[in-house]
């Protein structure tokens, strides 16, 4: 069960980052960055972030948050719910 709380806990950390990054693109003139959803272009990011001197850390840990998070639920459902048959044979 502890598991499942990290994974849910590290994919709540990689959503508001995420939405950390689309308020800093909407401050700056990209009018749709709330809006755009799983469309969002990151390349957009890096070219801003390059040109205003921005850091690369949030979206860096917001990857390694997204990639932990599921690989954490993936193994969490697997040990509560197993991986055998219910029924015996």
């Given at each position: 069960m502890t598991?499942?709380?990290f994974?849910?806990g590290?994919?709540g950390?990689?959503?508001?980052?995420?939405s950390?990054?689309?308020?800093?693109?909407t401050?700056?003139g990209?009018k749709?960055?709330?809006l755009?959803?799983?469309?969002?272009?990151?390349?957009?990011?890096?070219q801003?972030?390059?040109?205003?001197?921005?850091s690369?850390?949030?979206?860096v840990l917001?990857?390694?948050?997204?990639?932990?998070?599921?690989?954490l639920?993936?193994?969490g459902?697997?040990?509560i719910?197993?991986?055998?048959?219910?029924?015996p044979k």
């Amino acid at each position: 069960m502890t598991i499942l709380i990290f994974g849910f806990g590290l994919i709540g950390i990689a959503a508001i980052l995420d939405s950390f990054l689309r308020v800093r693109m909407t401050r700056i003139g990209y009018k749709w960055a709330l809006l755009e959803g799983g469309a969002f272009d990151y390349g957009k990011y890096h070219q801003e972030r390059k040109r205003r001197g921005w850091s690369v850390w949030p979206v860096v840990l917001m990857w390694v948050s997204v990639i932990s998070g599921i690989a954490l639920l993936i193994l969490g459902f697997f040990a509560i719910f197993g991986t055998g048959p219910t029924h015996p044979k």
